[in-house]
């Protein structure tokens, strides 16, 4: 399992969009659970969003919610966070990772994954 974080990542005024994203190496998204998570500084990691692609279900905090898109294009081994209306608050480096479908939803609320990709610094300041 690996990824290879965008480097797509940088420095957005408020309000502004983004997109971030991954790509993905050795498994197949059908059978994972393939996740989002973000860092401050100074605060604790937070699950943003995450996806199963078979299961057709995707999550997101509340923090994000109805800002945030995650996708995947299965075609191409890659992973989006789609981000609109960014606020400071949203500065954070952010990671994806993945964990067996087998494992459980348990896993991604506990960051317990199988994988972490290296992590994209988003700076939302004007």
């Known amino acids: 399992l690996m990824f290879s974080s965008g480097v797509w990542g940088g420095l957005v005024q408020p309000g502004g969009s983004l997109r971030l994203s991954c790509a993905a190496s050795g498994f197949t998204f059908d059978d994972y659970i393939i996740g989002w998570f973000r860092q401050a500084p100074g605060k604790e990691r937070e699950g943003v969003s995450c996806?199963?692609?078979?299961?057709?279900?995707?999550y997101y905090s509340d923090s994000v919610k109805g800002r945030f898109t995650m996708s995947t294009d299965n075609a191409k081994n890659m992973v989006y966070l789609q981000m609109k209306s960014l606020k400071p608050e949203d500065t954070a480096v952010y990671y994806c990772a993945v964990v067996s479908l087998d494992r459980g939803w348990a896993s991604f609320i506990v960051h317990d994954m199988d994988s972490w990709g290296k992590g994209t610094q988003l700076t939302v300041s004007s």
């Open positions: 996806i199963s692609t078979s299961a057709a279900y995707t």
